[in-house]
């Protein structure tokens, strides 16, 4: 299969306001699945790549702690004097997720946490840095445009996408090497 040389990126509309009890793979699931990308196509293929932010991930596992606390991400959408803390681990994070969407949709995309270069939930092998960067600095852009969506869905690098070793972890690479 030749690619194509386009990537589509689309702000996942209905995720709903994440709680302590909510995993993330449950909670995004459904409007994973109703996404309707600009060719008409609907939900996730195997290949697509889904862009998290730290502070979804870190409401479900239960990061909530007072205002005042250093280290904080932003404390909007939650009741007032209550922040966040990022994930503890986001590379397991970013893996149970991937476990998570794969048993929803047979198949495990890609998967990026938000954040810092240090603090961002990728495979260390998932694509080089430069490219990991600027898969998360797109899905920014839509975060920011819309801020109530807090999972971007890219699609178009499937063909760097391949699987690999006794977890199954997907890694971005070339010609199926991995990087």
Sequence with gaps: ??????LLAVAVPGIPQATMRDTVPALIAPALNAL???DRAVG????????????????CEGRLVP?????????GHLPPGIAVLPPVDPLASARAIRRGLDARFGGRPGVI????????????HVGTSPLRESLAGMADVLMNAYP??????????????????QDGI?????SGQSM
Excluded at 1 to 6: A, D, E, L
Excluded at 67 to 75: D, I, N, R
Excluded at 117 to 124: E, I, K, L
Excluded at 170 to 174: I, N, S
């Design 1 to 6: 299969m030749i690619p194509h040389s386009s």
């Design 36 to 38: 309707v990308w600009p």
């Design 44 to 59: 996730l293929r195997n290949g697509d790549i889904v862009v998290i932010a730290r502070k979804l991930v870190a409401i």
């Design 67 to 75: 205002a005042a606390t250093e280290g904080v991400l932003s404390a």
């Design 113 to 124: 946490i938000t954040g810092d270069v240090a603090a961002a939930g990728v495979d260390p």
């Design 148 to 165: 109530d969506h807090p999972v971007v869905a890219i699609r178009g690098l499937g063909h760097l996408l391949t699987y690999e070793d």
């Design 170 to 174: 997907f890694v971005l690479g070339r």
